[in-house]
């Protein structure tokens, strides 16, 4: 194999390296305690008093609490993400479906990963990725608006039951909202082991720092990468 | 024109005292959900209103809300229908039948046109012109059009009338609908609940009747003071939620020490009623207190959210009924199993394309 030169592309802002992180921490969160209070696995037993609710560390009392505090600090995780979508283009690598380049680039790194090519071209960030990831905040974006749908329900004279109101009233009744935030939250398990096997599959396979980028926003690219505009 | 009693006249007429009048204002304050100094307020409308004209309409229903009507407790439904409110028509309460008594349906909603309550109980089938549903000969759904029009206000009275019902279960061959659905124009107030409670009717109507207003309702209509607290939030058994303590099967210790029934498919976390406080039959029980979760039978759709004692919802499958977590479980595993495949083959793919690269620069 030659060794060939790369230049390292700066792309990813603090700001987004920094919303990453709390962003995985918190979902991580919001997923284990999530499933505890969808389905309370293990409890207290005959001769426990309800009252080991207040301050037990595993008791659904607790763990809700932890729940509805990773929410929030999802949410205030945002401000990071805004700030670097507005100050910086390398933020800002969403699916451009009125490219051309969106459509052959798909194509190609869908054959690449049916191995029917054995390599493609190097990109900021692939169409597939783009595409997955736009997902993945629309998948955030409904699990926001139904759980503060539910959980501002416990006062519905509170200003968050009339600003989600309109969940409720869409999805019929809020049994559904349950049911919706529930199948959407197993998307993450399913988005963590495609992105985690994807982005070390793509430092694996072409050596272009994909997972020490999560850390310091530098790519190392094999050449140049055909969505390079995006950062102009 | 007659000038209607009001409701100390049908006190004093029937020999009752003043101070069983005072009393009688004091319990209705509570039942409207006002406080306690508003007291006056319902005995000065108590002695100045005349009594309110009620049309209670059947629909699409089993009556089952009428059930529980006539057993309110406080005050008694006999004292609500005598004396407190004017009840001129309801096919089922009514000494008269047949068509004299359809005839004064006519008269009364010309007579008080634009002045009564009109209390509607069941769904209104739409399919086939309505004719799953016929009252005297007609299909409801033109008995229901012609009496909103005189009406004041109406009352959907029971998860039928509010919701559609059971019969509006999929796939709903009657095509029942609420009455809100027919109805427009017209201040409507929901009163779900299959049954509703029977003390919420009564101040739902008694709100109407002395303040000549309809009571604070919330973004589904529901009155607040009534439907304002989720069940779960009321619920005396709640301590064993937040602590983690439930009952798993309908006959197993937790059950029987009155735990939390929430895994066995209680539906309090999604319902709202007035159940917790008021509970039923005079603050004798309720279905949690009673060992059985709440299906939120105030609730629209709640028919369709099957089973009823599982938490979440079956999807129904080919050969097979599975929830969001088998399904959610299933998919993330296989996920990982395909990306080891997956990574397995491509190191195969990075090995041949290395070959292929040093053989042609050899060339």
Redesign the interface.
Known sequence: ??NKRVDGIYIFSPFLRLFHWIMAAAVLMLFLTGRYI???F?????G??????VG?L????T??FWHFFWAYVLVASFILRIYGWVMYKGDRLLPKFWTKLYWTGLSEVLQH?L?LK??HQPYLRNSLARTTYLIWYIVTFVLMATGFA?YG??N??SWTA?FF?PV??LL????????VH??A??FF??FL??HT?FAY?SD??HGDGEISSIFSGIKYLPGKPADAEDLK | METRMTMWDSFSKRGLSRRTFLKTCTALTAMMGLPLTDRKKVVEAATKQPLPVVVWLHGHECTGCDEAFIRSQSPLASDLVLNMISLEYSDTLAAAAGEPFEKHLETVIKKYDGKFILAVEGGVPLADQGISCMVGGKPFVDVLKEVAKHAAAIIEYGSCAAWGGVQAAKPNPTGSVSVSKVISGKPIIKVPGCPPIPEVMTGVVMHLALFGQIPPL???GRP?QFY???IH?TCYRR????????AERFDD??SK?GWCL??LGC?G????NACGNLRWWNGLSYPIQSGSPCF?CG????WD?GPFHE???NVVLPNTLTN??K???G??VA??AG?TV??V???V??A???K???EH?EE
């Open positions: 194999m030659k969808a389905n309370p293990f409890h207290g037993s005959i426990v008093d309800p009252t080991i609710s037990n595993m008791s659904m009392e763990i809700r990963y191995f054995s390599d539910m329900m416990i519905p004279a009339k109101s409720i009233s019929g009744n809020e049994y559904n909202v349950h049911v529930n199948y939250a197993w398990p399913l082991t495609f096997y599959r694996m396979m | 919330d973004a589904q607040k304002g607290n989720r939030d301590s064993f939620f937040d602590a983690g303590m439930f210790a937790g020490a929430y895994k539906r976390p999604e319902a709202y939120a609730s629209d759709g709640f959210n938490r979440l919802p969001a977590d399904i959610g479980a998919l993330t996920a990982m990306v997956h990574a083959i491509s190191s793919q990075k041949r394309h290395a292929n690269e040093s620069d």
